[in-house]
């Protein structure tokens, strides 16, 4: 069976229900945490507990009893399926521990899974889970104080706003909620049915991946598709295609991912600044640079990699 381009998407796939309306509940996370058929997943240095790595990365979901209960506990939502270590309907928490209370959980560091290698080789339910949970709790890290007065800021609402400390958490009229910064990422094809690939001048030699940047206030995907592409590699589109989106909590974006045309006769210029290289290749091309070990490319969790592979027709084997 073919397969289609959002089904490349790692960080896309989930099977949770974030039960908004359970969330804002009041008292929902105590109530949560006081439940042992409630289940945990333990985050840490930006990291999740595994309980184990084959046949696939699988998150170790803890009763609560079994983790010490921080200071940032987040409510996910409830599972969809039925799993081996949890049945549907169960309500899941995130708990971010500090390095020494995750050190006192005395587990091997490759229990520890990183989304960015090991996202792409989790079933679904994890993927979504892990990619929620470090989303979250990476935009309360950054969120201590309020943008709007600069005062300090507490969790409230399960852990979906943060409001200033001292004030009432309904009342205080001065909520932050999450935010999601939106980028894009285009794969841009020549008419003579080329890639164009780029280096980053922060990337070691012979890394290369497509195109991307964030989106600028006041600008449509499609308009920043052609900024980027422009501002980076010279090169000028014309027709582009909406592929898919996947989030990227690092540390929080939503990356909206575009195939574009070229207009021909467009050569790419670097601006030499943050793209050292740009080139346009064949299949033939990436393929033999691929195999003398001269590119890298995109890990397989990344929507880069999925746009590559779209355009090249079936999977590559290589990564960063």
């Known amino acids: 069976m073919r397969t289609s381009f959002t089904d490349r998407l790692p960080l896309s796939r989930s099977t949770i229900d974030r039960d908004a309306v359970g969330r804002d509940r009041p008292g929902a996370l105590d109530a949560a945490w006081g ?5 945990v997943v333990v985050l840490s240095r930006g990291r999740a507990l595994l309980t184990a790595r084959e046949p696939h990365p699988a998150l170790a979901l803890l009763p609560p009893s079994a983790v010490p209960r ?23 928490l995130a708990a971010e521990l500090p390095e020494h209370a995750a050190a006192a959980l005395g587990v ?6 990183d989304l960015r290698l090991d996202g792409a080789a989790m079933d679904a339910r994890d993927a979504g889970l892990f990619t929620e949970a470090l989303g979250l709790a990476n935009w309360h890290r950054s969120h201590a104080h309020s943008p709007r007065s600069g005062v300090p800021t507490v969790p409230g609402r399960s852990g979906w706003v943060r409001y200033p400390e001292g004030f009432d958490e309904e009342s205080s009229g001065e909520h932050v909620f999450p935010r999601t910064d939106p980028a894009v990422i285009v794969g841009v094809i020549d008419p003579d049915d080329r890639l164009l690939l780029a280096s980053n001048a922060a990337w070691p030699e012979g890394r290369y991946s497509v195109v991307a940047g964030f989106v600028e206030p006041g600008e449509s995907f499609e308009m920043a ?13 014309a027709d582009m295609t909406y592929l898919g989106s996947q989030p990227w909590p690092f540390p929080a974006s939503i990356m909206v991912g575009f195939r574009a045309d070229a207009v021909a006769g467009t050569e790419p ?13 064949t299949r033939d091309e990436l ?17 880069a990699r999925a746009i590559i592979e779209q355009w090249y027709g079936e999977e590559l084997e290589a990564d960063w």
């Open 269 to 281: 210029t670097p601006d030499g600044e943050e793209i050292r290289h740009a080139r346009w290749f």
């Open 225 to 237: 598709v052609r900024r980027e592409v422009h501002e980076e590699t010279g090169v000028e589109v």
């Open 35 to 39: 439940d042992e058929a409630t289940r």
């Open 108 to 113: 091997p560091d490759e229990r520890w899974a």
């Open 70 to 92: 921080p200071d940032l506990l987040l409510y996910l939502g409830r599972l969809l399926e039925d799993g081996p270590d949890a049945p549907a309907g169960t309500v899941v």
């Open 287 to 303: 393929r033999e640079a691929l195999g003398d070990g001269s590119l890298l490319l995109p890990g397989r969790t990344s929507i």
